[in-house]
């Protein structure tokens, strides 16, 4: 039996992961691979190598990247229940969904932590954090997220990271949304831990996430996990003994994600993902203002990644119907996620181009009509290219 021809007619995933994937990486996928053949252990080692080169470190430095079976969520609770210590206390600064999750981590976890928030239109104070590191020595980590996709905001990852460093305290940052599209200098912002996953700026399919870090800060603590398959120590030291996953992999991601690597690298890596990126979301913000809708967030702290726009007042919008008309015609938009304003969320990232977001823009237009939605034109508000 051929392959259904409806890989190709997929709806476009306008979302932040799983992505719309491009045909060769799907394609990669159709092959069995045994997970502790010695090819695909070579597989996995060429990605590990790979992911590093993404990051701009060298294994030289001591750098390693730790490949764990599960989604992005999975990876930055390996990472909390692995390295903070039994004494360890951390500061997390949430703006959005994901800084919230980290908090719950920590909650179940047991890890002592605080937690500094700020609204989810607004970047971390960095002054903040400097009083409370200087007021609480007890605080050995500050956790944050990078592009919070909550909202799509850019949190300045650099600001945080010295003000940490200040206070000699380790700094982890959930890159998931943001690592392989958005410039990251690990030494500037004295990252300690990245996390991030294969179904995000890389687009490879979901299956598995990855933790970035030396390999003596993780091993430092040595034997303190709090879980057993969650252990990234030993999964570290699975990969240096055998080039294996302590238990079964997702083969067929790590296949699909071998392509994604390769394309990414044509692409031109992060510079060349960067600007797609960011071609997709100006196409997007002035489309989208020419129908009369307006971003959830100011552009100096909007990342190019994924963009939440308010609802429209008009109680002709409904956004249930929009979302099921939307995805008939073929293009699925994200809900929102704020807890503060009716929004819904587009992404720019996956297989999309700037021809598909013109092509969604047009049939939000012909949906709107369909609805009875009114709305007038908003000014274009240029978008910003920002970096952190
Ligand atoms: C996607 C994402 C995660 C992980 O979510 P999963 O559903 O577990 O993959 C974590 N943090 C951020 C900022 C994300 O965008």
Redesign the pocket.
């Known amino acids: 039996m051929t392959p259904p021809s409806s890989v190709s007619r997929d709806a476009l995933l306008f979302t ?2 799983p992505l719309t994937t491009s045909a060769s990486v799907k394609a990669a996928m159709l092959h069995d691979a045994g997970s502790w053949h010695f090819e695909f252990n070579g597989r996995v080692r060429w990605i590990r190598e790979q992911l590093l080169a993404v990051a701009e470190l060298s294994a030289e430095d001591g750098w390693t990247v730790i490949p764990l079976q599960g ?4 990876g ?1 609770e390996a990472m909390f229940a692995t390295a903070i210590p039994a004494a360890g206390k951390v500061c997390v600064l949430a703006n959005g969904a ?1 800084g919230e ?1 980290m908090v719950l981590m920590l909650q179940h976890l047991g890890i002592t932590h605080v937690v500094l928030r700020s609204a989810e239109d607004a970047v971390p104070d960095a002054d903040r954090l400097e009083l409370t590191l200087a007021a609480d020595p007890a605080i050995t980590h500050v956790a944050c ?1 990078h ?3 909550t909202t799509g905001i850019l949190n300045p990852i650099d600001e945080i990271g010295r003000t940490a460093k200040r206070h000699c305290c380790v700094f982890i940052v ?1 890159a ?2 943001s690592f392989g599209a958005i410039p990251i200098d690990f030494p500037a912002a004295g990252i300690d831990f990245l996390i991030s ?1 294969a ?2 700026c890389l687009a490879g399919v ?1 299956g598995f ?1 990855f933790v970035i870090t030396r390999r003596e800060a993780l091993l430092r603590g040595g034997g303190q996990a709090r879980s057993l398959s969650l252990d990234l120590a030993d999964q570290l030291r699975g990969f240096e003994k055998n080039g294996q996953f302590r238990y079964t992999p997702p083969t067929h991601a790590l296949l699909a994600f071998e392509q994604a690597l390769r394309e990414f690298w044509n692409e031109g890596g992060v510079a060349g993902r960067g600007a797609r990126y960011w071609r997709n979301h100006v196409a997007l913000i002035g489309g989208m203002a020419r129908l009369g809708f307006r971003p959830f967030l100011p552009p100096a702290v909007q990342s190019c990644i994924i963009t939440a726009f308010h609802s429209p007042a008009d109680p002709q919008f409904d956004f249930g119907e929009f979302y099921h008309r939307l995805s008939r015609r073929g293009f699925i938009i994200y809900p929102g996620k704020l807890t503060q304003a009716d929004t819904f969320r587009i992404g720019n990232i996956g297989h999309l181009f700037e021809a598909d977001i013109v092509a969604l823009v047009h049939a939000i237009e012909v949906t709107l009509h369909e609805l009875g939605v009114s709305l007038s034109p908003l000014a274009s508000v240029a978008p910003v290219k920002i970096t952190a």
């Open positions: 932040p992961g989604s992005g969520t999975f930055v994901y999750r997220v592009c919070e996709t959930d998931m949304s996953s179904n995000k979901p996430s």
